[in-house]
């Protein structure tokens, strides 16, 4: 492994050569997503083929979906890198999410059943009981929160009747939570989520849609408002402070 290497996802069993691609896709995932594989960072094949134990081929053929994924992005005649973050990006992704999750939140309420909003009081129930954190004096992730967390934004649009819109909530989620996990010890402080989760479900089980779809917009956009600030990930907010 390289020098200055990052502690990435521990090595396991090469599977079968059919599912190499998916498993590396998988572990890639998890490391890009939870920040281990720092923005900018060039993602250099005999590393990555060290790292993760495999051969040039699957690796490549999961850096493409990575691509297409947008975690991942190539620079010709450079090859692969992470994705760089940015607040304009930040930005942009947070108001995509905003819109296309109003209109698969619309369409879930549009066809609500008593069904659906058990599985949403028991998603948001079932959040509400474990703590984001796993110390109380400093953060540490939870990991069992983050499933949580997202199982309850899946709920709440998963009734919208469009598989192919939720896969494009999906990336945007993947695509934030990346921020987010960068951002996290700054936006942790800083935010009472359990609250908002509570207050869009009262309103989706109020049946008012518009107040629904203002809270999740919020939720988002508050989100976003404290990341934008982090001069942790946005190293030009010191500049800019320093000119005053």
Excluded at 7 to 26: E, N, R
Excluded at 100 to 111: D, I, K, N, T, Y
Excluded at 151 to 158: A, D, E, N, V
Excluded at 213 to 233: E, F, G, M, P, S
Aim: charged share 25%; glycine share 4%; proline share 4%.
């Amino acid at each position: 492994m390289e020098a200055g290497a990052v502690d990435l996802t521990a090595a396991s069993p090469l599977p079968a050569p059919s599912t190499q691609a998916s498993h590396v896709y998988d572990r890639l995932r998890e490391d890009l997503l939870s920040g281990r594989l720092a923005p900018s960072r060039k993602l250099q094949m005999r590393f990555l083929t060290e790292a993760y134990q495999t051969g040039q081929t699957p690796l490549r053929e999961a850096l493409n979906r990575l691509t297409a994924d947008g975690l991942v992005e190539v620079r010709e005649q450079r090859g692969f890198y992470v994705k760089d973050v940015s607040r304009a990006e930040l930005a942009e992704l947070t108001k995509t999410r905003c819109w296309v999750e109003a209109l698969a939140l619309r369409e879930s309420m549009a066809a609500s059943t008593p069904e659906w909003e058990e599985r949403l009081v028991v998603a948001q129930h079932r959040l509400s009981r474990v703590p984001r954190s796993l110390s109380a004096t400093a953060f540490e992730d939870n990991p069992e929160w983050e499933k949580l967390h997202r199982i309850y934004h899946r709920t709440l649009i998963g009734q919208c009747g469009s598989q192919s819109l939720i896969a494009f909530c999906s990336q945007l989620a993947d695509q934030l939570y990346r921020y987010r996990r960068l951002s996290i010890s700054k936006a942790f402080p800083s935010r009472h989520v359990g609250d908002e989760h509570a207050a869009i479900m009262d309103a989706v089980l109020s049946g008012d849609a518009d107040l629904a779809v203002k809270r999740l917009a919020a939720h988002y956009q508050r989100t976003a408002d404290v990341i934008l600030q982090d001069d942790t990930i946005f190293p030009e907010l010191r500049r800019e402070a320093a000119l005053g």
